[in-house]
């Protein structure tokens, strides 16, 4: 039996299913209070909500078509094709483990881009930076948090660590991306080549004016959650200041940036309850606000990347495919970007 088999990908699942259904039963609220707390769910709020995280989702598309302008010649990608891709990866993300939907909103894309070599591995590079100006509003976010909101002190250590591992990440996106510039890509072998092609994708770091431009559009999709979260609250009838939903919207992040299952489901419910029993908020009523706001967010980002992902003629089992057979794609990279440099060798 090898690693491909389908049974050592359930014997790897089974465990952290058990996690997940472990954190539920022994965190668990009382089922019928949460019940009872979905029963007065002011649907006004909820589809501010949904509305809200649709400009997030709006915002953060136009974040990472600054960076593919950057990083590729003309002619560039039309907004429209862009936001599919990112569309699709949220999809992915909503209903898969891991990460895959930077991957697969990197495969939609490329698809989309015909004729060029090293394209690929071009736009990966250009999902790291776009991820990468994810830090300053999460950095104004956790600081603007501090002062404000009552935080549990078993948080603390968590966010502080994320946020360090955030910056350095981003100081090494911005090394990087000045590396890159000086690279040439003549004579170079497929491997180095795939590294030079991906610093490509860092480009946008170099450019003051466009990094300024993705910040700003990361910011307002930010600001875009962070209100979405605080009319989930309202639509949950819990009536707290902004700080309150500004404490929620970090928890999540730090609960989601490992996803070991889909949503991370129960563990983000968890993070959220306890922290708003400080505010007043009963744990069975903070616990059905965590399962609504995720469910908010999974709608949006379910939803609309079902639309594009039938406009784009794909299916779930391709998805799958990239989620099972991950060095299978990275063969693929490699074998796009080697080919050039093949033609060089036999020519």
């Not at 490329?110 to 999902?127: H, N, P, Y």
């Not at 930076?129 to 948080?155: E, S, Y």
């Not at 009319?231 to 819990?238: L, Q, V």
């Amino acid at each position: 039996m090898t690693l491909r088999d389908g049974r050592w990908r359930v014997l790897l699942v089974i465990p952290l299913i058990a996690v997940a259904v472990a954190l539920v039963v022994w965190r668990g609220p009382d089922w019928h209070l949460v019940h009872d707390a979905f029963t007065v769910v002011s649907w006004r709020w909820v589809i501010t909500a949904i509305g809200l995280n649709l400009l997030s989702v709006l915002a953060r598309a136009l974040a990472w078509d600054t960076a593919i302008k950057q990083s590729i010649e003309r002619p560039w990608p039309r907004f429209p094709l862009v936001f599919s891709a990112f569309s699709v990866g949220l999809f992915a993300n909503a209903v898969l483990p891991g990460r895959v939907g930077e991957l697969a909103r990197v495969a939609v894309l490329r698809r989309r881009i015909t004729g060029r070599q090293g394209t690929t591995a071009t736009l990966i590079g250009s999902v790291f930076a776009h991820r990468m100006f994810d830090v300053f509003p999460a950095a104004v976010l956790v600081i603007w948090v501090l002062f404000t909101a009552k935080i549990p002190g078993w948080a603390l250590t968590s966010i502080g660590l994320v946020l360090a591992l955030g910056l350095a990440l981003f100081l090494a996106a911005v090394v990087l991306a000045r590396r890159g510039h000086r690279d040439a890509i003549d004579g170079l072998g497929p491997v180095k080549l795939l590294l030079v092609r991906a610093r490509q994708g860092l480009a946008i770091m170099r450019s003051p004016v466009a990094a300024a431009t993705a910040g700003m559009f990361q910011f307002i999709g930010w600001f875009c959650q962070l209100m979405a979260v605080w009319a989930t609250m309202h639509a949950f009838d819990i009536h707290e200041h902004l700080a309150a939903a500004g404490l929620v919207l970090v928890l999540i992040n730090v609960a989601t940036i490992f996803p070991l299952w889909p949503g991370n489901f129960g563990l983000v419910q968890i993070a959220v309850a306890f922290p708003l029993v400080n505010y007043g908020v009963d744990y069975a009523r903070g616990f059905a606000f965590g399962i609504g706001l995720q469910a908010i967010e999974a709608s949006v980002g379910v939803g609309v990347g079902l639309i594009f992902l039938a406009r784009e003629g794909l299916s779930y089992a391709t998805l799958k495919h990239i989620e099972e057979t991950p060095d299978e794609s990275i063969d693929a990279v490699l074998d796009e970007e080697a080919e050039p440099a093949r033609s060089r060798v036999s020519g």
